[in-house]
């Protein structure tokens, strides 16, 4: 695990941001293929309950209106899979290069017809708790543009 956060930094390092950004979207993109290919699932709350349950994640996802969605995914440890323990410096670094374009990329080959957005509020090596936490808002494509 160390070795794959200290590969991130020197992506970002060498390549910027857009490389792990971009590596990320398509990543989560696959995944969505996947599962749009099976036919799963059919809703975004069961969408994101998926991927964050194979993490060994118990999420808990409310839609707080028809465009916004609260997301809180504990975990058993206070160990993130993608940032590790708490170090806040690495926080942002791997919310904004790994983690929310993971999850856009999942949602937006899902759900084409939307556009996906996150404030995150919490997360394990920002906080050193056991729990993430954001706000997914959402906007149709077409208002988008």
Known sequence: MKFFQAYV????????SN???AISSKSGAKLGKLYKNKGLPLKI?????QIYTV???KPIIKKLDDNTY???IK????????????????ATLFQENICMPYTRGFLNELFPEYKFEADILNCIPL???KTCHYILKI???TNAL
């Open 55 to 57: 993490l060994n994640a």
């Open 45 to 49: 709350e069961d969408a994101l309950s």
């Open 70 to 72: 609260d997301v809180i």
């Open 127 to 129: 906080n050193d708790n």
């Open 9 to 16: 930094k020197e992506m970002i390092d060498i390549g910027g």
């Open 75 to 90: 975990y058993p440890k206070k160990f993130c899979p993608i940032g590790g323990s708490n170090n806040s410096s690495r």
């Open 19 to 21: 490389l792990p950004k």
């Open 139 to 141: 906007e149709n494509r």
